[in-house]
Each structure stands twice: as C-alpha cells, then as structure tokens.
C-alpha cells in the first residue's frame, strides 16, 4: 500500500473512532510527518481530491497548495482528477470570498 493510499485508509476507518482518538491523531499525523507536511495545515475534503495541504499555513508563509488524492482504478474519478490538473495547470481557477450570515443570507464579495 502506497503512503497516500495508508493515509486515506488511516484516515476513515480510524478519524471516527472517538476512544481511539488520540491515537489515530498520533498515526495520521506521524504519515503526514513521512511528507514533511505540517499536519495543522492538512484538511480533509475526501471528495473529490482528498486532502488540500497548506504548507506554510501556521508559519504564516505560504509556500505551496497542494492538491493530494490517492490513485484510482475508477475511470469517473480518474477523469474528474484529470479535469482538476488541467484547470489548475491551466491556471483557470478563482479566489472568492462568501459571507454566509446566520439566517442563511449568502453574500458574495
């Protein structure tokens, strides 16, 4: 099993397992470390792409985003990750800020 693969496997069968909390903090965090990212700055998304790190993020100097998903053999994934690379080699993609307030007003800056 490759290391993303071992993280992503780490990660959901043991994230929500909440009397081995701390010690599934301990084990996806010490994979993390085997990338030389700051685990603070890794968040899960799980869909499409499964994890985005920024690596930087409490050093408060962002060096790089990264985009970080486990290999498929599931050819509409395949493709949407592929569609993901393109944009993002093709720089089409956007930074927008939305203010959702809490009655659910959504406001678009």
């Known amino acids: ?6 993280l992503m496997h780490t990660f959901t ?3 929500w397992n909440l009397l081995d909390e701390e010690n599934s903090r301990k084990i996806v965090w010490g ?4 990338l030389k990212y700051d685990p603070y700055g890794i968040k899960a998304l ?3 792409i499964d994890f985005v790190v ?12 990264v985009l970080m998903t486990r290999k498929t053999h ?6 949407l990750h592929k569609g993901i690379a393109r ?3 093709d720089r089409k993609y956007d930074w927008k800020v939305v203010r959702v307030s809490e009655d659910g007003q ?3 800056e």
């Open 106 to 108: 959504v406001d678009y």
């Open 1 to 6: 099993m490759d290391l993303q693969a071992e």
């Open 46 to 48: 799980l869909h499409p």
């Open 87 to 89: 944009a993002v080699k």
């Open 74 to 79: 599931n050819e509409n994934l395949l493709q």
């Open 31 to 34: 994979k993390f470390a085997k």
């Open 54 to 65: 920024f690596d930087g993020n409490h050093k408060e100097m962002m060096k790089d985003i």
């Open 13 to 15: 069968f043991r994230k």
